[in-house]
């Protein structure tokens, strides 16, 4: 039986100001054949699993979500040439400043969902993931919003589901309630926190490159937290 498409609320932002005539141009001539094709429902209405073997090449595979303008994304896929990343980003013109560090940067390992996580991870196979990150993300800081952020069951459950045992999950933010929120939901799901001490999260990763919106944090005088979790 077919599986029947979830209904599922959409609260970020799909678009902003208008692209440059070069960002339509790599959205036009580029996206498509980066794209795993059987993300889409119309596409893969059975939601047969992606086959990522096909798609890196037998490589491991990290996965990034919301990577907003791309400059994590591709500096991890530099670095690490014998792996492959799948990022997820709904916000079109994200999508279109990776493309533009992908054309820069003449790496091959990136692979991009222009959409909705859930959906990508209703096809990936399970186990399949060695580390995940989340850097970033939208905060909703009003209360009420909170139920929209990624550290819900919504989210982790299938989250712990494609990782494999012992993958890493990294969690970047600079807003103190939703660490807490995270220290509470994400150990919920399956999680380890690592950190043995306050630098455990007080310094950034040995491969960090730094973000546009870490930059922001630092300059409007927020403090950046970077935690490790470990999938049980």
Known sequence: MTPVRPHRNFYGRRKGKHLRPS???YLEEDLAALSPG??????????APLDLPALFGGRE?????????????VHQAVQNPG??????EPYINGVAMLLGKIRTAGTDNIRIHPGDARDLFDVLPEASIAKAFLLYPDPWPKARHHRRRFVTPEHL???HRVLRPGAEFR???DIPDYVRQTLIEVPRAGFEWL?????DWRQPWADWPGTRYEA?????????????????
């Open 23 to 25: 960002q339509e141009a």
């Open 38 to 47: 059987a993300v889409d429902w119309d596409a893969n209405p059975d939601r």
């Open 61 to 73: 595979v990290w996965l990034e979500i919301g990577f907003g303008g791309g400059e994590h994304m």
């Open 83 to 88: 792996i492959g990343i799948i990022g997820a």
């Open 157 to 159: 459950e299938p989250l």
């Open 171 to 173: 969690v970047a933010t």
């Open 195 to 199: 950190a043995e001490g306050p630098e």
């Open 216 to 232: 922001k944090a630092l300059r409007e005088g927020r403090m950046p937290h970077y935690l490790t979790f470990r999938r049980r």
